[in-house]
């Protein structure tokens, strides 16, 4: 019998996902409006992306990111954003369990992306 990775199709996404971000984030701008402690603001500007910008707000406890695409909030930690950097135990970010990390009611649900869900022509 053979084991079947569950993290197969998601391994093959990140792949595409990573791609597709290396070739709209070319010649992105980031611009940071606010550093003060765990209270940041930082504003990034992609002009070769669909969806043209994104922002990412800190403050104690809490992280936002918020743009073209939804917005989502997550907390755990007063400084979130060394939550989300990778450690020497997991050099990537898990979004199986970054999922579980959204705050409820942040005004966005996960969702799949499904190609065979979206119209052709």
Same mark, same amino acid.
């Given at each position: 019998m053979n084991e079947i990775d569950p993290y197969d199709e998601l391994k093959r996404q990140m792949t595409e996902a990573k791609e597709r971000f +290396?070739? =709209? +984030?070319d010649g992105a701008t980031m611009t940071v409006v606010?550093?003060?402690g765990v209270h940041r603001h930082l504003s990034f500007r992609f002009p070769k992306a669909s969806w043209d910008w994104?922002?990412?707000? !800190?403050? /104690?406890?809490?992280? !936002?990111? @918020?743009?073209?695409?939804?917005?989502?909030?997550? !907390? @755990?930690? #007063?400084?979130?954003?060394d939550f989300f950097r990778p450690s020497p135990n997991n050099e990537r970010i898990d979004p199986v369990y970054w999922a579980g990390q959204l705050v409820p009611g942040s005004g966005?649900?996960?969702? =799949?992306? #499904? +190609? +065979?869900?979206? /119209?052709?022509?």
């Open positions: +290396a070739s =709209e +984030a606010k550093d003060v994104c922002e990412i707000v !800190t403050w /104690p406890g809490m992280l !936002t990111l @918020r743009g073209g695409l939804g917005c989502w909030s997550f !907390t @755990r930690v #007063d400084d979130m954003l966005s649900e996960v969702k =799949e992306y #499904d +190609a +065979a869900l979206v /119209p052709v022509g």
